[in-house]
């Protein structure tokens, strides 16, 4: 049975850092594409980040470069985002997805597995 368990979430204030994990059991994250995306109320999962197999990393053009981060642990088969200098606009529910397949990296229904996802409140 393939779990994704996402963690690291809260409240935090505008600048500070946040360092989501993801942490995989039942596959093996270096054999995966491994995404994050978050979502608000009301709107669709929003894509943020992926490291596919070969480690390479991708960002949504919509995130402001330079202030995310996905990494990848394989010997921890976990996952990785870092946001750095929080805004109140990144308050979201974070979730971690994970595929095989080499779609397009910003649809939500590429990913066969997906985490429960952790809050993030950024707020004064």
């Known amino acids: 049975q393939v779990q994704l368990v996402e963690s690291g979430g809260g409240l935090r204030q505008p600048g500070d850092s946040v360092k989501l994990s993801c942490e995989a059991s039942?596959?093996?994250?270096?054999?995966?594409?491994m995404a994050w995306f978050r979502q608000t109320r009301g709107k669709e999962p929003e894509f943020v980040a992926l490291?596919?197999?070969?480690?390479?990393?991708?960002y949504s053009d919509s995130v402001p470069r330079g202030r995310f981060t996905i990494s990848r642990a394989n010997m921890k088969n976990a996952v990785y985002l870092q946001i750095d200098k929080l805004e109140p606009q990144d308050t979201a529910v974070y979730y971690c997805?994970?595929?095989?397949?080499?779609?397009?990296?910003?649809?939500?229904?590429?990913?066969?597995?997906w985490g429960q996802g952790t809050q993030v409140i950024v707020s004064s």
């Open positions: 997805a994970a595929t095989t397949t080499a779609g397009p990296k910003a649809r939500p229904d590429v990913y066969g597995y």
């Open positions: 039942g596959l093996r994250v270096a054999n995966y594409h």
């Open positions: 490291i596919n197999r070969s480690s390479y990393a991708s």
